[in-house]
């Protein structure tokens, strides 16, 4: 079973900021695969990035998601106010079919 | 454009089994690379996902609840429906359905509903 370990729990940083979050994988994974999701309070998940690297649609490129086998990063050049929020990572799989990793919370320092 | 929304009850008596529709628009649950699934958030805690339904009616569930979950699909109505029976107060969560694609997203979850919130209290 693939277990999704992200860090770090919380990042306190500024506006203008770069931020990097991390998660890991317990195996190695398929790139095209793991994606990243931002959640705001209250709201559904939006996703950021699907197969690692791409970006949904209408998602700034701000957003950039790189790795690959257990180690992948998201990456947010210069945060921008909306940009505070929790982030998870995400894998699609054979046992379990979904897994989320527990979440990185991005808070304005 | 693709729209889901969640509907079932806010409050289940723990034992009981709980029935969540979701009813979709902007996409057929026919077309080959689709599916729909199920992923709850307990307040304040992470994503959980329980389930997923493919265009082919192949089903996959969370190997920790499957023995509880059952996911099904009405094509005609545009709607998929989720059952888990035996509710707990740890259950109590927000229930969100997502669309998922292959080709579009890789089978992560590109649309999703606003989400329900089910509480498990007698």
């Known amino acids: 079973e693939i277990v999704l370990t992200q860090s770090p729990g919380t990042l306190s940083l500024s506006p203008g900021e770069r931020a990097t979050l991390s998660c890991r994988a317990s195996?190695?994974?398929?790139?095209?695969?793991l994606a990243w999701y931002q959640q705001k309070p209250g709201q559904a998940p939006r996703l950021l990035i699907y197969?690692?690297?791409s970006r949904a649609t209408g998602i700034p490129d701000r957003f950039s998601g790189s790795g690959s086998g257990t180690d992948f990063t998201l990456t947010i050049s210069r945060l921008e106010p909306e940009d505070f929020a929790v982030y998870y990572c995400?894998?699609?799989?054979?046992?379990?079919?979904?897994?989320f990793g527990q979440g990185t919370k991005l808070e304005i320092k | 454009q693709i729209t889901l929304k969640e509907s079932g009850p806010t409050l289940v008596k723990p034992t009981q089994t709980l029935t969540l529709t979701c009813t979709f628009s902007?996409?057929?649950?026919?077309?080959?690379?689709?599916?729909v699934g199920w992923i709850r958030q307990p307040p304040g805690k992470a994503l959980e996902w329980l389930a997923l339904?493919?265009?082919?009616?192949?089903?996959r569930y969370s190997p920790s609840l499957k023995s509880r979950l059952t996911i099904t699909k009405d094509t005609s109505k545009n709607q998929v429906v989720l059952t888990m029976t035996n509710m707990d107060p740890v259950d109590t969560a927000t229930y969100y359905c997502?669309?998922?694609?292959?080709?579009?997203?890789?089978?992560?979850?590109?649309?999703w509903g606003q989400g329900t919130l089910v509480t498990v209290s007698s």
């Open positions: 195996q190695i994974v398929t790139s095209s695969y």
């Open positions: 995400q894998h699609y799989g054979s046992s379990p079919t979904y897994t």
């Open positions: 902007g996409f057929s649950l026919s077309t080959s690379g689709v599916g």
């Open positions: 339904i493919y265009w082919d009616d192949d089903k």
């Open positions: 197969g690692a690297s």
């Open positions: 997502a669309h998922s694609s292959r080709v579009n997203s890789g089978w992560s979850f590109d649309y």
